[in-house]
């Protein structure tokens, strides 16, 4: 009797006891990737806020100063904390309405992001304005996750220059003409002021902006994200996209949602 019950035990687990095991495994597999799936819905949503919200403090900041935050040449003067370094240092390019350099080829976009903060540069470069831009809203009062590390010399970086993106990367801004960005599908690119998601501060190169691997997100993350702020059209609307144009995006301006490559940035124009 004793060897049978040995057997018995010995012999595994019955079909009822599979089926039991499998369900429980579904159901464990099925609550992690739901979690994963919640979490990375969670990073969109924020994501879409803190560009309404950087939007927002922009237009309050030209509400109460009368500039635009980085533009504005007498901001020593008018923003607490605020050192000489704040003030932009080219008399031609300060208080002009525009952030930085205008359009998106030759001096504008693809070498502005690449300008790192040290105060000789927020001085001798009109670049230096966009990451202003951000030092002056934090002064301000009305912008977090960055710090005052640009007056002081410090190297760009996010949530230290530049505000750090929920959904990977970081935002940097400037100012289009018209003039499409680096790997853009765009016949028109942006006019005015617009917020651009890179991958890094010194990204902002025809090369950088182009690279296959190393932008913020993939196309399926760029395709959520431009859905519910937008249109979801990578080459129409309030969000457009950039990146590598094989991998990012195909005709009609639809995403490439099957591809796995982080291949994909956004462009959330701010004014038209």
Same mark, same amino acid.
């Given at each position: 009797?004793?060897?049978?019950?040995?057997?018995?035990?010995?012999?595994?687990?019955?079909?009822?006891?599979?089926?039991?095991?499998?369900?429980?495994?579904?159901?464990?597999? +099925?609550?992690?990737?739901?979690?994963?799936?919640?979490?990375? !819905?969670?990073?969109?949503?924020?994501?879409?806020?803190?560009?309404? +919200?950087?939007?927002?403090?922009?237009?309050?900041?030209?509400?109460?100063?009368?500039?635009?935050?980085?533009?504005?040449?007498?901001?020593?003067?008018?923003?607490?904390?605020?050192?000489?370094?704040?003030?932009?240092?080219?008399?031609?390019?300060?208080?002009?309405?525009?952030?930085?350099?205008?359009?998106?080829? *030759?001096?504008?976009?693809?070498?502005?992001?690449?300008?790192?903060?040290?105060?000789?540069?927020?001085?001798?470069?009109?670049?230096?304005?966009?990451?202003?831009?951000?030092? =002056?809203?934090? =002064?301000? *009062?009305?912008?977090?996750?960055?710090?005052?590390?640009?007056?002081?010399?410090?190297?760009?970086?996010?949530?230290?220059? =530049?505000?750090?993106?929920?959904?990977?990367?970081? %935002?940097?801004?400037?100012?289009?003409?018209?003039?499409?960005?680096?790997?853009?599908?765009?016949?028109?690119?942006?006019? *005015?002021?617009?917020?651009?998601?890179?991958?890094?501060?010194?990204?902002?190169?025809?090369?950088?902006?182009?690279?296959?691997?190393?932008?913020?997100?993939?196309?399926?993350?760029?395709?959520?994200?431009? $859905?519910?702020?937008?249109? +979801?059209?990578?080459?129409?609307?309030?969000? $457009?996209?950039?990146?590598?144009?094989?991998?990012?995006?195909? !005709?009609?301006?639809?995403?490439?949602?099957?591809?796995?490559?982080?291949?994909? *940035?956004?462009? %959330?124009?701010?004014?038209?």
């Amino acid at each position: 009797m004793k060897l049978q019950k040995l057997k018995r035990r010995m012999s595994g687990f019955t079909l009822v006891e599979m089926a039991l095991v499998m369900v429980i495994v579904g159901l464990l597999i +099925g609550g992690i990737l739901k979690g994963i799936e919640m979490r990375a !819905n969670a990073r969109v949503n924020v994501t879409i806020a803190q560009v309404q +919200g950087y939007i927002a403090t922009a237009v309050t900041f030209r509400d109460r100063y009368n500039a635009l935050p980085g533009d504005m040449s007498n901001a020593f003067a008018r923003i607490p904390g605020c050192n000489a370094t704040c003030d932009p240092g080219m008399a031609a390019e300060a208080s002009n309405s525009i952030i930085g350099m205008q359009g998106w080829g *030759g001096a504008g976009w693809p070498t502005q992001t690449a300008v790192p903060p040290a105060a000789a540069l927020l001085g001798a470069q009109a670049q230096g304005e966009t990451v202003l831009f951000w030092t =002056h809203l934090y =002064h301000a *009062g009305l912008l977090s996750g960055v710090t005052r590390a640009a007056l002081l010399g410090g190297s760009a970086a996010w949530n230290i220059t =530049h505000p750090e993106a929920k959904v990977g990367g970081g %935002f940097v801004v400037g100012w289009g003409d018209g003039t499409p960005a680096p790997g853009s599908p765009m016949a028109t690119g942006d006019t *005015g002021m617009a917020l651009m998601l890179v991958q890094s501060p010194f990204s902002g190169t025809v090369a950088g902006l182009t690279a296959p691997g190393v932008q913020p997100l993939t196309p399926g993350m760029a395709a959520v994200l431009d $859905r519910k702020a937008d249109d +979801g059209f990578a080459d129409n609307g309030y969000v $457009r996209a950039y990146g590598v144009a094989a991998t990012c995006f195909g !005709n009609a301006g639809s995403y490439l949602e099957n591809a796995t490559s982080r291949d994909c *940035g956004l462009i %959330f124009s701010v004014a038209r």
